[in-house]
C-alpha cells in the first residue's frame, strides 16, 4: 500500500465461533465508520481503541471497556486490521472473547480484503519511533524494542532453550502481500507441558488441534503450515497487540522470547515517549 493510503471497510462483516480462552460461541461483528481510527463498540457507546486499558497477562491480549467488561483475545483480530491497514473500522462482540476461528486470522483477513476500499488521507497518521523505546523481563531474559526506521519492520526470536530443541527466528517487513503469505495464516501453538496449568487457571478451554498447534515435549511438532510457524505466529501476535496505539507504526520492533506482557507494555511505553518526544 502506498503512503498516505488507508483502507476502511465498507461493508458490514460478521463472524462467529468459539473463544480460545473461554470455549464460548461469540460474535464479532464489524462495521463501516467515518471516522478514522479503530473504535470499538458496545450497547450504543464507542470508543477509540488507543484510549482503552488493555492487558497481556492472561495468555492473550484483553481489552477493558469502561462499563466493567472485557474483551479478551483481541490480538488476532487487531493483526489482521493493522496487517491489511484498515484503520477505519468500528468493532464489537457479543460475548466476551474474540472467535478463535482456525487460531490464526487467516479467516478473517481473508474475508475482510473482500469489504475494504482505500482511500487518501493528507495528515499524518502513524507513530514514528524517534529512539529506542523497550520493556524487559529480566527473569525471562526476554525483551520488545522499538528502533527507529523507515518502515514498519518486525524481528522476532522464539527461543526455548536449547533442550526443547527450538529456536526460531524471522524477520518481516511490512507490506500487504508480506502478511497475507508470511504471518496471517500463522496459528497459535502452546507447549504441551503447559496445557494444564493453563487450564487449571480456566484458560484455553476453547483450545483444540483445529485452532492450536501443540509442541509435544519431543520430537518433531507435527502439521505445521510454516517450518518456523511459531516465529511466525508470535510475530502476528506482535503486530496486533502494536495494533493498540490505534495508528500504524513506523519503526523496526525487535521481540526475542517476547509476548503479550511484554508488547503489550512497549506500547504503554510508546505512547507515553510519543507523548514526551513532541
Ligand atoms: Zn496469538
Aim: charged share 25%.
Amino acid at each position: 500500500m502506498m503512503a498516505g493510503k488507508i483502507r476502511r471497510l465498507k461493508k458490514p462483516i460478521t463472524l462467529e465461533g468459539k473463544g480460545l480462552h473461554t470455549g464460548e460461541l461469540s460474535v464479532l461483528k464489524l462495521s463501516p465508520t467515518d471516522e478514522l481510527g479503530i473504535w470499538v463498540e458496545k450497547e450504543g457507546e464507542r470508543y477509540r481503541l488507543q484510549d482503552l486499558e488493555a492487558d497481556g497477562s492472561f495468555r492473550g491480549t484483553t481489552l477493558f471497556l469502561p462499563d466493567g467488561s472485557s474483551i479478551k483475545t483481541v490480538e488476532h483480530l487487531l493483526a489482521a486490521l493493522s496487517g491489511l491497514g484498515v484503520w477505519q473500522v468500528a468493532f464489537s462482540i457479543e460475548g466476551s472473547e474474540v472467535p478463535a476461528l482456525d487460531g490464526s486470522c487467516l479467516p478473517l483477513a481473508e474475508e475482510l480484503i473482500k469489504n475494504v476500499e482505500e482511500f487518501s488521507l493528507d495528515e499524518q497518521f502513524s507513530l514514528d519511533v524517534t529512539f529506542p523505546v523497550w520493556v524487559r523481563d529480566e527473569d525471562r531474559g526476554a525483551f520488545v524494542a522499538a528502533f527507529p526506521s523507515n518502515t514498519f519492520e518486525l524481528s522476532v526470536v522464539v527461543n526455548y532453550g536449547t533442550e526443547r530443541g527450538i529456536t526460531q527466528a524471522m524477520e518481516y517487513v511490512h507490506q500487504e502481500e508480506s502478511f497475507i503469505k508470511e504471518l496471517a495464516g500463522a496459528r497459535t501453538f502452546v507447549l504441551e507441558e503447559e496445557i494444564e496449568e493453563i487450564i487449571s487457571r480456566g484458560l484455553g478451554l476453547g483450545g483444540t488441534k483445529d485452532n492450536t498447534i501443540v509442541v509435544p515435549l519431543k520430537g518433531p511438532i507435527p502439521g505445521l503450515r510454516y517450518p518456523d510457524e511459531l516465529a511466525r505466529h508470535k510475530a502476528l501476535d506482535l503486530m496486533g497487540d502494536l495494533a493498540l496505539l490505534g495508528v500504524p507504526l513506523k519503526g523496526l520492533v525487535v521481540s526475542y522470547k517476547g509476548g503479550h506482557v511484554l508488547n503489550v507494555e512497549l506500547t504503554k511505553r510508546l505512547k507515553r515517549a510519543c507523548v514526551l518526544g513532541e
